[in-house]
């Protein structure tokens, strides 16, 4: 089955420490994205990548870092920079500017 | 930089009803706008696309519209069941290539 995965779904961490966060897509898409979702709030664009070896900030990367060294990967690290990491992070990929197809998903939670 | 508001109260309905769901742009117009659902801790999943250039587009119950004029698009679910019950996003180009902006969603109820 072609699709998008994450892990974990979910994720605790405590105060100081970096996490990442996994996604991989085997749609043979270019482009992938990483995405905070906060209760009741819209998909906030944390970082973007359109190749390989290349990745852009978005909206809110402050405190995030991201790799695209696979076609297939974009890693997402929450670092202990982030003052206020506890949201729900979704990874998307498209191949084209049109429709983006989203992962499940992973619930991350400060302890 | 783009904006984007949707309806922000929860909107409930009865079942076999229609829902009408809006969502207005503050700035440019777009070349197209999409409509994604989204479930429960789910990711939200791709519905439909309207170009600028198309007043209407359809898909089974589903039906968008998009007036460049009013900076406006209306989706609309006909013969509405439970099972529609979910968030609905609207999101449009914004950036550089490749970029969405989304709404932050209007929260749907179909009551049995």
């Known amino acids: 089955d072609g699709g998008i995965t994450q892990s974990p779904k979910y994720l605790f961490r405590k105060e100081g420490q970096n996490v990442t966060l996994s996604c991989e897509q085997n749609?043979?898409?270019?482009?992938m994205y990483w995405y905070r979702q906060d209760p009741g709030q819209g998909l906030r664009l944390i970082y973007y990548?359109?190749?390989?070896?290349?990745?852009q900030k978005g909206d809110i990367a402050e405190g995030y870092s991201v790799s695209r060294e696979k076609k297939e990967s974009f890693p997402l690290t929450v670092t202990s920079a982030q003052k206020n990491p506890t949201a729900f992070y979704l990874c998307?990929?498209?191949?084209?500017?049109?429709?983006?197809?989203f992962g499940p998903g992973t619930r991350l939670t400060v302890l | 930089s783009q904006k984007i508001e949707q309806n922000s109260e929860a909107l409930n309905i009865q079942e076999g009803k229609t829902a009408t769901l809006t969502c207005n742009y503050t700035?440019?117009?777009?070349?197209?706008l999409q409509w994604y659902r989204q479930d429960p801790g789910r990711g939200p999943v791709f519905l439909l696309l309207?170009?600028?250039?198309?007043k209407e587009k359809r898909k089974e119950r589903l039906k968008v519209t998009f007036d460049t004029t009013l900076k406006q698009s209306l989706f609309h679910i006909t013969a509405s069941q439970p099972a529609d019950s979910a968030t609905y996003l609207c999101?449009?180009?914004?950036?550089?290539?490749?970029?969405?902006?989304f709404g932050s969603g209007t929260q749907l109820t179909v009551l049995p």
């Open positions: 998307a990929s498209s191949l084209t500017s049109l429709e983006q197809f």
């Open positions: 749609l043979n898409h270019d482009a």
């Open positions: 990548s359109q190749i390989v070896n290349d990745f």
């Open positions: 700035n440019y117009s777009p070349a197209y």
């Open positions: 309207i170009r600028e250039n198309e």
């Open positions: 999101a449009m180009p914004s950036g550089s290539a490749r970029q969405l902006t």
